[in-house]
């Protein structure tokens, strides 16, 4: 079985995300890029199955749509333990262009699982990964919190309201995983970062294709207040200002 | 020219997020001058299809299909997808919970329409149609153009009142030809939680450290969280000293969380449990020390003795509800 | 003459075995890997010199230390005898050494006092080891084997003892009735013959003394060949063992060279993504397997006497891990002697499936490591334990990419925001708000300008760590009043690499280690300052082997320097009658051998400071090294800093001064713990010099 895990390239978490010219961008100056963190427990996942010898997963590719700058994130990858990349050389303007492009890229390569983050720390837009297995006419499970193999059949574990289920589709499939898939991400051991020096990265001219939305600006959060007390000798107030103010009871 | 909103119902009922997702695709269907059409799959109970009409919703379809019983992203997206080219609906209301992340994406495909996901406000705009919506894991917001003809929005939760609009709309079932349509999911197995909420999924975590002084002291927190539905935690010493069970434990070395409300009663805010907490949409801090970090996190504290405050919290809460 | 002949075939069986013995071992040594060039010969001898001939590090338990010591420098006087015998075996003689005259006398005396004195301390060891239950001769390691193994050995000790005193007896015995002239003088074993003078003939006594005579040298044979198979191998091995001591401060952990190598080449945009490996394969990152572990890992293992000071003054042991240093050298040596022969009989790469790792040692123990040092402090033949730990933590990340979850979330923070935890770069100045006065930043500063003579390291903690931020203004508040010279370097700052290569993750650790040393060179800088022990260490110990040279300082020996030197006054007024106890950080203390300077600094400002029951060299582990700051607990009975706070509220004081943001955390958790954080304060030096001088 293959697998193929879809990566995007994120600013670190703790950055400090800044806009430059006119709010239209994010400034990038002093970013360290990271594995989005969905897709790294993604990845982490399909190498786990894939060091079980009964799982029948012979190989785990990973896949990216971006400009020669994401190379060392795609390294990441690699070294982490990924046999293989794929980079549509492209800077896409939204999730539904990226799907189409990696539809392409699937349809040419052949994958039995497509795994998918169910959302990117930067755009937050769930999308991506079900508009591919639209684009491929395959079935998708969303809320993927775990996946294995049992008896070379995928089974996979989708989270419900107050719940889960096991779940089972035909091969080829999108899962689009979140939380849960993995315990935690993996680390690079040395020699994974040595072969992945020399791991092939197999590049991609953009197909046509259209993009539906763009972002036409930014806009920063109003600074986080700073603590606002109440009276301890009235605390019916607190209850009051998390029914109304905050709305969060 | 409609605005379709899928309502999915559980186990034939509804929730708070339907009204609140019915009440915004009228809003916005106010906004185009549209009607709102309200759509539900899988059979569900009269008296609660007649509730969506209250709040604006001029038809109210239910679509059942004995074949569609369980969620199949795929086949649902075409049923919904061909339910709106059949009405010529323009814009299509999902809510961004986990179906609604599901078959939006589908249907952007399948009718070539744009999406904007997690939406917090009606659209600023209608021409170019701009929605709202949270970017970079909430360190900012993005003003999104949606250009296609056919627009979709998925509304984050939580973020929308509900708006009484009655309309006195009378459900209306249909069934659905399945035939051509890839029905390929099966559900081997469900497991549902009984009882407690756990800590990683609630909404609402009310939790207690080394200020509480005693495990005795538990009571008034285990009911202020019963109370709000949501879930107990504590901090390490406390697991350590094992007043509280060690999957409460929050922080660093614990579990990582990121509710909306996280309650901390007698907590200091040492960086090792702050790293556990500090994604929480809003904090709560009670504490005696004015000085404890903590206070530098939340929004909104209180400098008393956490035993004191805790009753007239619950107190206030069993008025409220 | 047959005597002479029946002597020598035992003397050549003896040795026939013993080079048996020998040439094993020296293709066991030849699996394992080199370790360090042994140079420095002055500094060696003098070393051996204080710890294996005068018993330095035996004496740290003052007592029993006392007994062993005179039972090794009563083998060494009577080795003197022994190699006597040998030759007068050999050529038939009798005493032929005698012709050294005073000397001889001397000698001989002195071996006749020591084989009673030897005789009653084993004697001593032996009831201790049967009738008293010493914690420290027990553990999963000790198996009955062990105590079998002792049993034996300090009984033939006995015997030999008690043969010699025999055979001396009977000497002076028959040579006295038979008025022949004596060689030598036997204090003791006239003293005893002396006794029985009416009882025996000369010729029995002659009888007794051939008797004893040849017990004492076949017993002699006997036990030379058992020692390499037991416990008390270390007759041999611990004077060797610690003249081939790593000379290195105890702090220092070896640097691993082909790391750099292929940091290197990641670093260098050229090389990145297209150089080969190394073209050497590296055979393997770190010790999984006897094989891998270095010549003086495994000279350490079979000098080990299985004493146990290691393991009894471990912080992990004492509260409960499974870690025991004493038996990952143990199972070090086991594993060789199981593997050693499969490698003899079938080359070098056999492989029995088995492994020192995991079928030896398991990773709970190697994770519950704190790195404090403790076990190679103790040990009396200076055994390194921690080097042997970390190489196999180094194996476990570096080739199998595995430590708890924990740990490589810290991992990827150092990597991707520069801290074990996940704070950004942009925030590392936020501790300068609101002090009162300005705080230079290299970067900031004008170039061509005056360039400031020394960089304060701040670290990761003085920027991100809430109650550390304190510590650092303090102390920043005191190099102002002093005018040094100083800048930081803010936002350039980054994680120096300890925490990770304290977890084995060498690789993380030298990536780090080499940013830091460029930033570092592109202002030139000489001289650095730092609050944190861990820093420090690093800077002094480590970064040399990557080409970072410079003078490091720790902030207690600028402050103690200054008050020396009367340029820092301090009143002591609200300070003087308070009851101040120092927790001494591992990474200051046993590390750098920093014990001094808080004591003095601390002095100066309370006429009232008391000492913990263990301090110093001695001083517990706060428990937050070796990663575990960062992780939760192995399992155990109890958690390390509890036992360390339990022990600073023994001290009765009224504050806890500490030197360390690591400790800090731990001691003020501690003291809330016990529900004692408003009766005793937790302040570190910084902040005490501070209040002293604002008044």
Same mark, same amino acid.
């Given at each position: 079985?293959?697998?193929?895990?879809?990566?995007?390239?994120?600013?670190?978490?703790?950055?400090?995300?800044?806009?430059?010219?006119?709010?239209?961008?994010?400034?990038?100056?002093?970013?360290?890029?990271?594995?989005?963190?969905?897709?790294?427990?993604?990845?982490?996942?399909?190498?786990?199955?894939?060091?079980?010898?009964? *799982?029948?997963?012979?190989? $785990?590719?990973?896949?990216? %749509?971006?400009?020669? !700058?994401?190379?060392?994130?795609? /390294?990441? @990858?690699?070294?982490?333990?990924?046999?293989?990349?794929?980079?549509?050389?492209?800077?896409?303007?939204?999730?539904?262009?990226?799907?189409?492009?990696?539809?392409?890229?699937?349809?040419?390569?052949?994958?039995?699982?497509?795994?998918?983050?169910?959302?990117?720390?930067?755009?937050?837009?769930?999308?991506?990964?079900?508009?591919?297995?639209?684009?491929?006419?395959?079935?998708?499970?969303?809320?993927?919190?775990?996946?294995?193999?049992?008896?070379?059949?995928?089974?996979?574990?989708?989270?419900?309201?107050?719940?889960?289920? *096991?779940?089972?589709?035909? $091969?080829?499939?999108?899962? %689009?995983?979140?939380? !849960?898939?993995?315990?935690?991400? /993996?680390? @690079?051991?040395?020699?994974?970062?040595?072969?992945?020096?020399?791991?092939?990265?197999?590049?991609?001219?953009?197909?046509?294709?259209?993009?539906?939305?763009?972002?036409?600006?930014?806009?920063?959060?109003?600074?986080?207040?700073?603590?606002?007390?109440?009276?301890?000798?009235?605390?019916?107030?607190?209850?009051?200002?998390?029914?109304?103010?905050?709305?969060?009871? | 020219?409609?605005?379709?909103?899928?309502?999915?119902?559980?186990?034939?009922?509804?929730?708070?997020?339907?009204?609140?997702?019915?009440?915004?695709?009228?809003?916005?269907?106010?906004?185009?001058?549209?009607?709102?059409?309200?759509?539900?799959?899988?059979?569900?109970?009269?008296?609660?299809?007649?509730?969506?009409?209250?709040?604006?919703?001029?038809?109210?379809?239910?679509?059942?299909?004995?074949?569609?019983?369980?969620?199949?992203?795929?086949?649902?997206?075409?049923?919904?997808?061909?339910?709106?080219?059949?009405?010529?609906?323009?814009?299509?209301?999902?809510?961004?919970?986990?179906?609604?992340?599901?078959?939006?994406?589908?249907?952007?495909?399948?009718?070539?329409?744009?999406?904007?996901?997690?939406?917090?406000?009606?659209?600023?705009?209608?021409?170019?149609?701009?929605?709202?919506?949270?970017?970079?894991?909430?360190?900012?917001?993005?003003?999104?153009?949606?250009?296609?003809?056919?627009?979709?929005?998925?509304?984050?939760?939580?973020?929308?009142?509900?708006?009484?609009?009655?309309?006195?709309?009378?459900?209306?079932?249909?069934?659905?030809?399945?035939?051509?349509?890839?029905?390929?999911?099966?559900?081997?197995?469900?497991?549902?939680?009984?009882?407690?909420?756990?800590?990683?999924?609630?909404?609402?975590?009310?939790?207690?450290?080394?200020?509480?002084?005693?495990?005795?002291?538990?009571?008034?927190?285990?009911?202020?969280?019963?109370?709000?539905?949501?879930?107990?935690?504590?901090?390490?010493?406390?697991?350590?000293?094992?007043?509280?069970?060690?999957?409460?434990?929050?922080?660093?070395?614990?579990?990582?969380?990121?509710?909306?409300?996280?309650?901390?009663?007698?907590?200091?805010?040492?960086?090792?449990?702050?790293?556990?907490?500090?994604?929480?949409?809003?904090?709560?801090?009670?504490?005696?020390?004015?000085?404890?970090?903590?206070?530098?996190?939340?929004?909104?504290?209180?400098?008393?003795?956490?035993?004191?405050?805790?009753?007239?919290?619950?107190?206030?809460?069993?008025?409220?509800? | 003459?047959?005597?002479?002949?029946?002597?020598?075939?035992?003397?050549?069986?003896?040795?026939?075995?013993?080079?048996?013995?020998?040439?094993?071992?020296?293709?066991?040594?030849?699996?394992?890997?080199?370790?360090?060039?042994?140079?420095?010969?002055?500094?060696?001898?003098?070393?051996?010199?204080?710890?294996?001939?005068?018993?330095?590090?035996?004496?740290?338990?003052?007592?029993?230390?006392?007994?062993?010591?005179?039972?090794?420098?009563?083998?060494?006087?009577?080795?003197?005898?022994?190699?006597?015998?040998?030759?007068?075996?050999?050529?038939?003689?009798?005493?032929?050494?005698?012709?050294?005259?005073?000397?001889?006398?001397?000698?001989?005396?002195?071996?006749?006092?020591?084989?009673?004195?030897?005789?009653?301390?084993?004697?001593?060891?032996?009831?201790?080891?049967?009738?008293?239950?010493?914690?420290?001769?027990?553990?999963?390691?000790?198996?009955?084997?062990?105590?079998?193994?002792?049993?034996?050995?300090?009984?033939?000790?006995?015997?030999?003892?008690?043969?010699?005193?025999?055979?001396?007896?009977?000497?002076?015995?028959?040579?006295?009735?038979?008025?022949?002239?004596?060689?030598?003088?036997?204090?003791?074993?006239?003293?005893?013959?002396?006794?029985?003078?009416?009882?025996?003939?000369?010729?029995?006594?002659?009888?007794?003394?051939?008797?004893?005579?040849?017990?004492?040298?076949?017993?002699?044979?006997?036990?030379?060949?058992?020692?390499?198979?037991?416990?008390?191998?270390?007759?041999?091995?611990?004077?060797?063992?610690?003249?081939?001591?790593?000379?290195?401060?105890?702090?220092?952990?070896?640097?691993?060279?082909?790391?750099?190598?292929?940091?290197?080449?990641?670093?260098?945009?050229?090389?990145?993504?297209?150089?080969?490996?190394?073209?050497?394969?590296?055979?393997?990152?770190?010790?999984?397997?006897?094989?891998?572990?270095?010549?003086?890992?495994?000279?350490?293992?079979?000098?080990?006497?299985?004493?146990?000071?290691?393991?009894?003054?471990?912080?992990?042991?004492?509260?409960?891990?499974?870690?025991?240093?004493?038996?990952?050298?143990?199972?070090?040596?086991?594993?060789?002697?199981?593997?050693?022969?499969?490698?003899?009989?079938?080359?070098?790469?056999?492989?029995?499936?088995?492994?020192?790792?995991?079928?030896?040692?398991?990773?709970?123990?190697?994770?519950?490591?704190?790195?404090?040092?403790?076990?190679?402090?103790?040990?009396?033949?200076?055994?390194?334990?921690?080097?042997?730990?970390?190489?196999?933590?180094?194996?476990?990340?570096?080739?199998?990419?595995?430590?708890?979850?924990?740990?490589?979330?810290?991992?990827?923070?150092?990597?991707?925001?520069?801290?074990?935890?996940?704070?950004?770069?942009?925030?590392?100045?936020?501790?300068?708000?609101?002090?009162?006065?300005?705080?230079?930043?290299?970067?900031?500063?004008?170039?061509?300008?005056?360039?400031?003579?020394?960089?304060?390291?701040?670290?990761?903690?003085?920027?991100?760590?809430?109650?550390?931020?304190?510590?650092?203004?303090?102390?920043?508040?005191?190099?102002?009043?002093?005018?040094?010279?100083?800048?930081?370097?803010?936002?350039?700052?980054?994680?120096?690499?300890?925490?990770?290569?304290?977890?084995?993750?060498?690789?993380?650790?030298?990536?780090?280690?080499?940013?830091?040393?460029?930033?570092?060179?592109?202002?030139?800088?000489?001289?650095?300052?730092?609050?944190?022990?861990?820093?420090?260490?690093?800077?002094?110990?480590?970064?040399?082997?990557?080409?970072?040279?410079?003078?490091?300082?720790?902030?207690?020996?600028?402050?103690?320097?200054?008050?020396?030197?009367?340029?820092?006054?301090?009143?002591?007024?609200?300070?003087?009658?308070?009851?101040?106890?120092?927790?001494?950080?591992?990474?200051?203390?046993?590390?750098?051998?920093?014990?001094?300077?808080?004591?003095?600094?601390?002095?100066?400002?309370?006429?009232?400071?008391?000492?913990?029951?263990?301090?110093?060299?001695?001083?517990?582990?706060?428990?937050?090294?070796?990663?575990?700051?960062?992780?939760?607990?192995?399992?155990?009975?109890?958690?390390?800093?509890?036992?360390?706070?339990?022990?600073?509220?023994?001290?009765?004081?009224?504050?806890?001064?500490?030197?360390?943001?690591?400790?800090?955390?731990?001691?003020?958790?501690?003291?809330?713990?016990?529900?004692?954080?408003?009766?005793?304060?937790?302040?570190?030096?910084?902040?005490?010099?501070?209040?002293?001088?604002?008044?």
């Amino acid at each position: 079985m293959k697998i193929l895990v879809c990566i995007s390239n994120v600013p670190d978490t703790t950055t400090k995300i800044k806009f430059a010219e006119g709010n239209t961008s994010i400034d990038t100056s002093g970013i360290q890029w990271v594995i989005n963190p969905w897709d790294e427990l993604s990845l982490t996942r399909a190498l786990e199955l894939k060091d079980d010898a009964l *799982s029948g997963v012979k190989s $785990v590719t990973v896949a990216h %749509v971006g400009p020669a !700058g994401s190379e060392p994130t795609i /390294r990441k @990858a690699l070294a982490i333990g990924a046999d293989d990349a794929v980079r549509v050389n492209y800077i896409a303007p939204d999730a539904y262009s990226v799907a189409a492009q990696l539809a392409e890229v699937i349809k040419k390569e052949g994958f039995d699982i497509v795994m998918c983050g169910i959302e990117s720390s930067d755009f937050n837009g769930s999308a991506v990964g079900g508009m591919i297995s639209e684009f491929l006419a395959i079935p998708s499970v969303s809320s993927v919190s775990g996946l294995k193999i049992e008896d070379g059949i995928p089974v996979l574990t989708r989270e419900i309201d107050g719940g889960r289920e *096991s779940v089972k589709v035909p $091969v080829p499939f999108v899962a %689009v995983v979140q939380k !849960g898939i993995a315990k935690e991400p /993996r680390i @690079a051991s040395m020699r994974g970062i040595m072969t992945a020096r020399t791991k092939p990265v197999r590049l991609y001219e953009p197909v046509a294709a259209e993009s539906l939305t763009e972002t036409a600006r930014f806009e920063k959060p109003a600074p986080r207040a700073a603590c606002k007390y109440i009276d301890p000798e009235n605390p019916a107030q607190l209850i009051e200002l998390l029914q109304n103010e905050a709305k969060v009871i | 020219m409609s605005v379709l909103v899928y309502t999915e119902n559980w186990d034939g009922k509804f929730k708070k997020l339907s009204y609140e997702l019915v009440s915004y695709a009228s809003s916005v269907a106010e906004m185009l001058n549209m009607k709102v059409i309200a759509l539900t799959i899988g059979k569900a109970d009269d008296d609660e299809l007649r509730i969506l009409g209250n709040y604006g919703a001029a038809r109210i379809i239910n679509l059942v299909s004995d074949r569609l019983t369980v969620l199949d992203n795929q086949a649902y997206a075409k049923v919904i997808a061909d339910y709106a080219q059949k009405e010529g609906s323009k814009v299509i209301v999902f809510s961004n919970n986990m179906t609604g992340k599901a078959l939006a994406p589908r249907l952007s495909v399948r009718l070539k329409a744009g999406i904007g996901s997690g939406v917090s406000k009606l659209p600023l705009n209608l021409d170019p149609f701009t929605v709202y919506k949270r970017a970079y894991s909430g360190n900012a917001f993005a003003h999104v153009i949606i250009r296609s003809d056919i627009k979709i929005l998925t509304l984050a939760q939580n973020s929308f009142e509900i708006i009484e609009k009655p309309t006195g709309a009378v459900p209306e079932t249909a069934g659905i030809d399945v035939d051509g349509i890839p029905v390929n999911t099966t559900v081997t197995e469900t497991r549902k939680q009984t009882g407690k909420i756990l800590l990683t999924d609630a909404d609402i975590v009310v939790s207690g450290g080394r200020g509480m002084k005693s495990p005795d002291n538990w009571a008034p927190l285990v009911e202020l969280a019963s109370l709000l539905n949501g879930a107990t935690a504590c901090s390490r010493p406390v697991s350590d000293e094992g007043w509280r069970p060690h999957e409460e434990h929050t922080g660093q070395t614990g579990k990582i969380i990121a509710p909306n409300l996280y309650m901390a009663f007698g907590i200091s805010g040492a960086t090792q449990h702050l790293a556990g907490i500090s994604s929480s949409r809003f904090i709560v801090a009670i504490n005696s020390d004015k000085d404890a970090p903590i206070f530098k996190a939340a929004q909104y504290g209180i400098i008393g003795d956490a035993m004191k405050v805790l009753p007239k919290l619950v107190d206030a809460v069993k008025k409220k509800i | 003459m047959t005597k002479q002949i029946v002597f020598a075939v035992a003397l050549f069986l003896t040795f026939a075995v013993f080079f048996y013995t020998v040439n094993r071992l020296i293709k066991f040594f030849s699996f394992t890997k080199p370790a360090f060039p042994v140079k420095d010969f002055g500094k060696r001898f003098r070393l051996m010199m204080r710890v294996a001939f005068g018993q330095s590090k035996i004496f740290r338990r003052p007592v029993i230390g006392f007994f062993h010591a005179l039972v090794f420098w009563g083998f060494c006087v009577i080795l003197f005898g022994s190699i006597e015998m040998v030759i007068d075996g050999l050529a038939g003689t009798e005493r032929v050494l005698h012709f050294l005259g005073p000397v001889y006398n001397f000698i001989i005396a002195s071996g006749d006092i020591f084989a009673i004195v030897v005789a009653i301390s084993i004697s001593i060891f032996s009831i201790r080891r049967n009738f008293l239950h010493i914690k420290r001769f027990s553990g999963i390691e000790m198996k009955t084997r062990s105590h079998i193994d002792a049993t034996i050995s300090l009984t033939l000790i006995l015997l030999l003892m008690i043969s010699l005193i025999g055979m001396n007896a009977g000497y002076i015995g028959f040579k006295t009735l038979s008025g022949e002239p004596a060689f030598g003088i036997y204090p003791f074993s006239k003293f005893i013959s002396s006794n029985f003078q009416a009882s025996f003939t000369a010729g029995q006594y002659h009888l007794l003394y051939e008797i004893c005579w040849w017990s004492h040298t076949l017993g002699i044979f006997i036990f030379a060949n058992y020692l390499p198979y037991s416990k008390h191998f270390h007759v041999f091995m611990s004077v060797p063992n610690v003249f081939l001591s790593r000379l290195d401060p105890l702090g220092k952990l070896a640097n691993m060279d082909n790391i750099t190598r292929e940091v290197r080449l990641m670093l260098d945009p050229n090389t990145a993504f297209t150089a080969a490996s190394a073209d050497v394969p590296v055979e393997r990152f770190g010790i999984k397997d006897s094989d891998d572990a270095t010549w003086k890992n495994y000279f350490d293992s079979l000098s080990c006497t299985e004493c146990g000071r290691c393991t009894s003054v471990c912080p992990a042991n004492i509260t409960g891990k499974k870690l025991s240093p004493r038996k990952v050298m143990m199972d070090l040596r086991a594993r060789m002697k199981e593997k050693g022969p499969l490698m003899i009989k079938n080359g070098k790469d056999f492989n029995d499936n088995r492994s020192l790792l995991r079928n030896f040692i398991s990773e709970e123990e190697l994770w519950a490591c704190t790195t404090c040092n403790a076990c190679a402090k103790e040990c009396p033949i200076n055994i390194n334990q921690p080097s042997l730990i970390v190489d196999m933590r180094r194996y476990l990340v570096l080739e199998e990419a595995s430590a708890p979850g924990e740990l490589k979330s810290v991992f990827n923070n150092i990597e991707n925001n520069g801290a074990p935890w996940q704070y950004p770069a942009e925030d590392r100045l936020n501790w300068t708000r609101d002090l009162g006065f300005e705080v230079s930043v290299f970067s900031a500063l004008p170039a061509g300008g005056a360039k400031p003579e020394c960089l304060f390291w701040v670290g990761c903690a003085g920027a991100f760590d809430d109650r550390y931020k304190k510590v650092v203004r303090a102390f920043a508040t005191i190099l102002n009043k002093l005018n040094v010279s100083y800048a930081v370097l803010g936002k350039e700052e980054t994680c120096t690499g300890d925490p990770a290569r304290r977890a084995g993750n060498e690789m993380l650790y030298q990536m780090q280690a080499l940013q830091v040393i460029e930033i570092l060179k592109g202002y030139d800088i000489k001289k650095i300052i730092t609050t944190c022990p861990h820093c420090y260490n690093i800077f002094k110990n480590e970064y040399p082997d990557l080409g970072g040279n410079y003078e490091v300082i720790n902030y207690l020996q600028l402050i103690d320097r200054y008050i020396e030197e009367g340029r820092l006054k301090l009143n002591r007024k609200s300070l003087r009658n308070v009851s101040i106890t120092f927790h001494d950080p591992c990474y200051l203390g046993r590390a750098n051998d920093i014990y001094s300077e808080p004591r003095s600094i601390v002095g100066s400002l309370t006429d009232n400071f008391v000492e913990m029951k263990r301090h110093k060299s001695f001083a517990l582990c706060c428990g937050a090294g070796g990663g575990q700051m960062f992780k939760e607990a192995e399992k155990g009975s109890k958690e390390i800093f509890i036992e360390r706070t339990e022990e600073a509220l023994a001290a009765d004081a009224n504050l806890v001064a500490t030197a360390c943001p690591f400790c800090m955390t731990m001691i003020t958790d501690g003291l809330k713990y016990k529900n004692k954080e408003e009766e005793i304060k937790n302040l570190d030096i910084a902040e005490l010099v501070v209040r002293a001088m604002e008044e």
